[in-house]
């Protein structure tokens, strides 16, 4: 069983939808969460820290919950420009473990 | 220019040849990290280093080999590369990751292929 398990996708929704994206981890002593972004043939970058108490940022949302070991990200009013690759990443004594990523598509 | 730069961008190679990819960065950062990406696996972790003196075996480093010549510059070497190492590869740095800030500077990539 992978680590880090995400729904690979392909989530194609049109523009303006809210897509949710789910991810779960199996080590409980993971201590950190984030979501990362990857555009085609690039690099992953940092999109957004993920926080026990939930934490937004703009139009994203994201949430944790150690209990069932799950971490969510929430895209509002999708924009053509959200369309990448979304990596959840569980971070457990300066290890970082990546997803697969969700892949999305937001189309006109 | 890129704060994390890695070279080559893109190798073919055969098998049983010896490869070394290079990673330096202006971050100043003494963490650096090597990772694959394989589609359907996501960013798996070869080896890492928190600075020069150190080095450390990742998920995945059989076949692989690391050096830190600098605080600046981490390259990995395949020694005998094999089919099976084809993949995305990337470098990347780190300041500190125990403050929950997780960011992780990615290098553009690697792209080898092993034929």
């Known amino acids: 069983r992978k680590e880090v398990e995400q729904d690979p996708g392909p989530f194609n929704v049109p523009e303006g939808a809210t897509v949710a994206f789910n991810c779960t981890y199996s080590?409980?002593?993971?201590?950190?969460f984030f979501w990362y972004r990857q555009d085609c043939r690039k690099e992953p970058k940092l999109l957004m820290s993920?926080?026990?108490s939930g934490n937004e940022d703009g139009r994203f949302t994201a949430q944790l919950n150690r209990a069932s070991q799950y971490i969510s990200l929430l895209i509002r009013d999708s924009k053509l420009s959200d369309s990448a690759t979304y990596l959840c990443?569980?971070?457990?004594?300066?290890?970082?473990?990546f997803g697969a990523g969700t892949r999305l598509t937001v189309k006109p | 220019d890129a704060d994390v730069t890695q070279t080559p961008r893109n190798r073919i190679t055969k098998t049983g040849k010896r490869i070394m990819l290079e990673c330096s960065q202006t971050?100043?950062?003494?963490?650096m990290y090597w990772y694959r990406q394989d589609p359907g696996l996501g960013l798996r972790l070869i080896y890492y280093?928190?600075?020069?003196?150190?080095?450390n075996k990742g998920e995945i480093s059989d076949g692989y080999s690391v050096s830190r010549q600098a605080q600046a510059k981490f390259s990995l070497s395949l020694e005998s590369a094999i089919p099976n190492q084809t993949a995305l590869y990337f470098c990347?740095?780190?300041?500190?990751?125990?403050?929950?800030?997780?960011?992780?500077?990615f290098g553009e990539g690697s792209r080898l292929t092993v034929l």
């Open positions: 990443v569980v971070n457990r004594d300066n290890d970082m473990r």
């Open positions: 993920v926080y026990s």
């Open positions: 280093s928190f600075d020069v003196k150190d080095i």
């Open positions: 080590n409980s002593a993971s201590q950190s």
């Open positions: 990347a740095t780190s300041d500190l990751l125990g403050d929950n800030t997780g960011e992780l500077f």
């Open positions: 971050k100043g950062h003494d963490r």
